[in-house]
Structures are given as C-alpha cells and as structure tokens.
Nanobody, 124 residues
Framework: VQLQASGGGLVQAGGSLRLSCAASGRTFSSYNMGWFRQAPGKEREFVSAISRSGGSTYYADSVKGRFTISRDNAKNSVYLQMNSLKPEDTAVYYC??????????????????WGKGTQVTVSS
C-alpha cells in the first residue's frame, strides 16, 4: 500500500484544515487507517484512527472534540477534518495503515505503511 497525504498548510489559530490521504492498491479496506503527527524535537504521536469499515474511530485526548477522522473505501481515501486549530497542533502529519486494530493505543511501531508527511502550521 502506498499512501500520499495532502492538505496541510498555514492557518491561524481557530481555523480549520482538512487533510486527505490517498492510498494505492486494492486492499485499502483491509487496513485500519490513522493519522500521526511529529513536531520538531518531539516523538511521533498518535492523533486518530479509524477501523476498516469506518464504524469505529479513536482520538488522542489532545484533539478529541476538534478533529474528525473519516474514510471512503470506494475512493481509497482517509480524511482528517481539523477544527479549532491551536498553535500546539503545528507538526508534520502522517497517514498510516495497519492490519492490526490498536484503537487509541496505536504506536508508530505498529504501523505497516506510512505516507509522506504534510506540514500543518498554526499561527497564534
């Protein structure tokens, strides 16, 4: 599976962005999908995940209530709607795929495939 993330950019605090991740291959619906982020000098951290069918979603406490993950298996895509953005959301965001369902306990080491990151910068 090859993943390509897009949609990052520069936004003011309180603004919104929508990240997209397009996947190649016919097995997209076989994978749990997620988003991670990595700020300068920090470790990559879990942001959100969605189950194969899209019926279950998971969020880090820091983004709960502000971010929404969704997927469209017909389009081989996963999305992250980010609202009420804060400066501390500034990071490179990566989409990820895993054949194992970790829920909110998904660690980077449990990822089968990574997409190239997209930069999100939130100014104060």
């Amino acid at each position: 599976v090859q993943l390509q993330a897009s949609g990052g950019g520069l936004v003011q605090a309180g603004g919104s962005l929508r990240l997209s991740c397009a996947a190649s291959g016919r097995t997209f619906s076989s994978y749990n999908m997620g988003w991670f982020r990595q700020a300068p000098g920090k470790e990559r951290e879990f942001v959100s995940a969605i189950s194969r069918s899209g019926g279950s979603t998971y969020y880090a406490d820091s983004v709960k209530g502000r971010f929404t993950i969704s997927r469209d298996n017909a389009k081989n895509s996963v999305y992250l709607q980010m609202n009420s953005l804060k400066p501390e959301d500034t990071a490179v965001y990566y989409c990820a795929a895993s054949s194992i369902s970790y829920g909110s306990g998904w660690y980077p080491a449990g990822t089968d495939y990574w997409g190239k990151g997209t930069q999100v910068t939130v100014s104060s």
